[in-house]
């Protein structure tokens, strides 16, 4: 499971911000104790703020990191994919990502520092009996190893300055290196950018051609109350329908491309979300409301919030503009982006806004709306209906 993110100068992401999934009201079922960590976690964060104050941005440098692990060494042959800030000098300086999980009850940290030209350092350690130890740093292309990891020497001879050790050392199949890995690997994102899948991503319609897996499909399919009882794909052409059930019992199938946005987003989440669950990994949704009622997306929050339908730790991750759907998050769910006066973002929790604790029976979603945190667009109404020519 995730425990926090943190990166700076990405996109509109200048000064570091952090993402913690770390619990504050640790006495509820949501939140799950996590041995050895001391710590309680979460399933599911929302990001809230006004547009273009960079909610997709904190997912779109996870998404980043995530893809940059599995392609580096195939693709960072002439330069690095970065996206600096381009407020204030984020041109000159390096971008930097940090991620901290928890894997098989062992804690994981990995730290990247880079530029376009290089990897200027990187780092992965792990926290046995608590106590922080190098698996392997590299600054510059100096890599050092932990004793006893010689299987992984390799590594060296195929080290680039545009290569990310990660890349190249997971390949030696050394558990303590291979399993962060696979975590770090197996995150989805869904409204973002896609990227190439590796073989556990698997799209929706695989789950329901495989006879074991199609019965937690179709059950998913029904949850969402949309009519629909069944699907049928016709392997010659590869199409999908959904069979519709009337009052009178009829099966009626219409084509996917026939059914609304809604429901065809429905469908293609399927996949996504059952892999998460299976696997316990990390899912980000970018811009949930535009894609779902309200009723979806209260129902796809709750499969991740409860520890019945989500016992392996999955998590979701997402943004949105729907404040009601603060009603079924708790307030540590819920984390804030604004706009500072560089035009960069800053990212902050709800439960220590402005450094005091949100009481935990805050009603959020009437809160939020009345500017009670902030992260709300400052509009000036007056000089919109004079630019309108409504008014004098």
Not at 84 to 112: C, K, Q, W
Request: hydrophobic share 40%; charged share 25%; net charge negative.
């Amino acid at each position: 499971m995730l425990i926090r993110f943190e990166v700076a100068n990405f996109r509109s992401i200048l000064d570091p911000v952090e993402l913690s999934m770390v619990a504050v009201d640790r006495d509820r079922p949501e939140a799950r104790p996590v041995p050895n960590l001391n710590e309680s976690l979460l399933s599911v964060a929302a990001i809230y703020g006004p547009n273009a104050s960079g909610k997709s941005n904190v997912l779109a440098a996870l998404n980043w990191l995530t893809a940059a692990v599995e392609h580096s060494l195939r693709l960072w042959d002439e330069r690095i994919p970065t996206e600096p800030s381009a407020f204030a000098s984020g041109s000159d300086l390096l971008t930097e990502f940090t991620v901290e999980s928890v894997i098989s009850d062992v804690r994981y940290e990995y730290v990247v520092e880079l530029d376009q030209q290089r990897v200027h350092y990187e780092g992965l350690f792990h926290y046995p009996e608590k106590k922080r130890r190098r698996i392997f740093e590299r600054d510059g292309e100096d890599l050092k190893l932990q004793r006893g990891l010689g299987n992984v020497s390799g590594t060296r001879e195929l080290l680039t300055p545009r290569t990310l050790a990660l890349s190249i050392a997971q390949r030696f199949d050394e558990p303590l290196i291979s399993d962060f890995y696979r975590d770090l690997a197996l995150t989805q994102a869904f409204g973002l950018m896609r990227r190439g899948r590796t073989a556990a991503h698997r799209p929706t319609c695989e789950w329901f051609d495989d006879p074991e897996d199609r019965s937690r499909s179709t059950a998913m399919l029904r949850m969402a109350d949309l009519g629909i009882d069944d699907v049928m794909i016709e392997s010659e052409h590869s199409r999908i329908r959904l069979v519709h059930r009337t009052a009178n019992d009829e099966r009626v199938p219409f084509g996917l491309d026939d059914e609304s946005a809604g429901t065809q987003t429905w469908y293609h989440l399927i996949g996504p979300v059952l892999t998460a669950l299976r696997h316990g990994s990390l899912l980000l949704f970018d811009e949930l409301d535009a894609s779902l009622h309200p009723t979806l997306s209260a129902q796809l929050i709750r499969l991740f919030q409860d520890p019945v339908t989500n016992p392996q730790g999955a998590q979701l991750i997402f943004t949105s503009h729907d404040t009601s759907l603060l009603n079924h998050l708790n307030r540590d769910e819920v984390w804030l982006t604004e706009k500072t006066e560089k035009g960069t973002t800053r990212l902050g929790a709800l439960a220590e806004f402005a450094g005091e604790r949100v009481r935990k029976s805050q009603n959020l979603e009437n809160a939020y709306l009345h500017g009670r945190f902030g992260a709300l667009p400052d509009v000036n109404r007056t000089e919109v209906l004079r630019t309108l020519r409504l008014i004098g």
